[in-house]
């Protein structure tokens, strides 16, 4: 049964053919990379940074904020909350958004809801009052934000860079969530005992302002060229890509796995404000 056909063209091997381009090099003047993606780059980071102190704030400092708002434990808990809670709600909403009106119109206005959040904090004043509302109010929308800053990554990174540094560009912005957390357990004890809580919270939303304002200046939806041929890509529709990621196995025991380390991650951070 055995079938020998010879041919006289030269073999190619697999490493050989795993060499060659994609694309005619020809077609790669289509394709162009700009120094402005690491401005981006650096004000997503910036907003994830701000993002997550503003989140941590009063679990990092629970003794000062009973101490001056009457928060309880069980307040401050409820504050941190907020992130899962919104995330649940709206996860699947802003990833539609994301898919159908792309990065700036996601991130621009995400900076300045953050900067809102941040600022209406400093209107409460000190004592157990009724202005805690706006704590409240805050850190819903600061949970709102948290939503952006953990689904655009990867887009940014696909969008703006060329394959060799999207990992890179993908491992910044996730990095710069974590800093965030460490940033608030380090300075923001230290700022408020060597200067006051409010000062701290002022501190805050003139960082998350700043954030704002630079994404304001410089946020492009997407460069004028883009830097691969699968940048330029056409997406798969919201809806069928989720019904395709709903029917993956291996994506779901990975969605699980992620889903339980993180939810362990997110107990160890809280554990020193629950009830």
Sequence with gaps: YGLTICSMEPQITAKELEAE?????????????????????AVLALLAIQQNVAWMT???I?????????????????????GSIVFILLIF?????????????T????????????????????????????????????????????MTPPRLSSVWFPPKQRAFATAVTTL???????????????????YSIHTMLYIQAEMSICVAVLATIYFPPKP???????????RVPFLKSMKLLLTNV??????????????????????????
């Excluded at 629970?62 to 907020?82: C, K, M, Q, R």
């Excluded at 909403?93 to 119109?105: A, H, I, N, Q, T």
């Excluded at 992620?258 to 939810?263: A, D, E, L």
Aim: aromatic letters at 14%; hydrophobic letters at 45%.
């Design 224 to 234: 004028s060229t883009p830097p691969s041929p699968t940048a330029d890509q056409e």
């Design 21 to 41: 381009p994609l694309l005619p090099k020809s077609s790669n003047e289509a394709f162009k990379v700009y120094p402005g993606r690491f401005y981006v780059l």
């Design 58 to 60: 009063f679990g990092t």
């Design 107 to 150: 991130v621009v206005p995400s900076a300045w809801v953050l900067a809102i959040g941040s600022t209406i904090r400093c209107f409460v004043p000190d004592g157990h009052s009724w202005w805690i509302i706006l704590f409240h109010i805050g850190h819903i929308m600061i949970a709102f934000v948290g939503i952006a800053i953990q």
């Design 176 to 194: 710069a969530e974590s800093m965030g957390i460490t940033i608030a357990f380090l300075a923001l004890p230290y700022i408020t005992k060597k």
């Design 93 to 105: 909403p802003s990833m539609w958004f994301l898919d159908r009106y792309g990065l700036k119109l």
């Design 250 to 275: 291996p994506f779901l025991f990975l969605a699980i796995s992620g889903g339980i380390s993180t939810g362990s991650n997110m107990y160890l951070i809280m554990e020193p404000v629950l009830p």
């Design 62 to 82: 629970p003794d000062e904020s009973y101490e001056h708002f009457g928060l309880s434990d069980n307040v401050i808990t409820l504050l941190a909350a907020y």
